[in-house]
């Protein structure tokens, strides 16, 4: 079992910047790609940004290149999203997620942006 914390939500106006936080715990041996997710109201949930640790890529939803970056802190199992330059349409609940032998879903954080 892997438990996966989200932190770092928020509301910002647009042009502004937040990063989250996803704190691993639990059999994160087991993980090969760890991710970040969201859901608009309304919308399925989209893959935003993912690193994988195999190949050693990572990559990005088109709407979000340029501006958002995905990082790890492997001392503290801890994955980042630094979201810059955010926009209305990032509006949404940020979800991380880890895939590997199982996969796992943190419990979501609230991101607002306004216009």
């Known amino acids: 079992q892997v438990h996966l914390v989200e932190s770092g939500g928020g509301l910002v106006q647009a042009g502004g910047s937040l990063k989250l936080s996803c704190a691993a715990s639990?059999?994160?041996?087991?993980?090969?790609?760890m991710g970040w997710y969201r859901q608009a109201p309304g919308k399925q949930r989209e893959l935003v940004a993912a690193?994988?640790?195999?190949?050693?890529?990572?990559n990005y939803t088109d709407s979000v290149k340029g501006r958002f970056t995905i990082s790890r802190d492997n001392a503290k199992n801890t994955v980042y999203l630094q979201m810059n330059s955010l926009k209305p349409e990032d509006t949404g609940v940020y979800y991380c997620n880890a895939a590997g032998l199982g996969e796992y879903w943190g419990q979501g954080t609230q991101v607002t942006v306004s216009s």
């Open positions: 639990g059999s994160i041996f087991s993980i090969d790609v």
């Open positions: 690193f994988t640790k195999s190949t050693g890529s990572t």
